[in-house]
């Protein structure tokens, strides 16, 4: 909220809109006539946004959509300029901790991994389909698993006996194939979390978003994207650098305003342990 800044009146687009918890706040400080704009691909978590925004009535529209489109949503809507724009990337709780979503290794159900379960295709599907070569160079690239040719020669092996289509053959095959576990950390864990990227293109979402987003901005907006992993932040980085004229990109549109990443305090990451890789960026629309 710090570096969101919402004030009276002012429009956000919270395009992760997820559970609503930064929905919420940001409502709260734009109040009693601000509007915000949530945006979701996951039917499920704006169902649930829809149950906890009530209370604010006519500010709040939620849109199911990709936040790659947000601003043909916002066209639409007759929105644009937003006074700010927040992205909260990654997967929310429920989308993990529910087993017939298929994205987690902890419980046991079938091998889905779409935000949007109506569409695109699902993890055991896009198992089935791509070959050995392409498979390693998903888990390498969008997992930065070092041992991703030997991952993906185990799922070859094992899908000729049969399909791999939920989250426990997978993760013990994963488990079987590599030698020796890093304490405390599940073998499948970078496999899951490249198989997600892919299926969900979630890095490609990023960059058609921010190639977007500062167009949609009123000047002295704000545009804020919370990270959770290094392929993820990456890609804010360098974007932010462009569209504030360095490396070679065009004329300067936004000013960065975070020198440095942020990062959850120890009270934070102790409170709440799912944000303990959270890394934050802010710009301002000049
Ligand atoms: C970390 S959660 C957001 C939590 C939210 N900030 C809150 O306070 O509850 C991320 C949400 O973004 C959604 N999401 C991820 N990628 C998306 C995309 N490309 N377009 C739209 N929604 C996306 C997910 O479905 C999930 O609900």
Redesign the pocket.
Known sequence: MTWLAPRPGGRYC??????????RAILERSGPDGRLIG????PD?LAQARVELEPFGERVTLVH????QARDVLERLQMIPVDGFLV?????SP?LDRPERGFSFRHDGPLDMR?DPASGESAADLLRRVDETELARIIRDFGEERHAARVARAIADARRAGPIDTTGKLAAVVARALPRHEPGKNPATRTFQALRIAV?E?LE?IDRFLSVAADCLRPGGRLCVIAFHSLEDRIVKRRFRTLAGRDGGGPAVLRILTKHVVVPTDAERHRNPRSRSARLRAAERL
Request: aromatic share 4%.
């Open positions: 919270d395009a992760t809109v997820g559970l609503a918890g930064h929905a945006i979701d691909r996951d978590a959509a990709r936040f790659s909260d990337l990654g997967v929310s989308q935000m969900n979630e979402e």
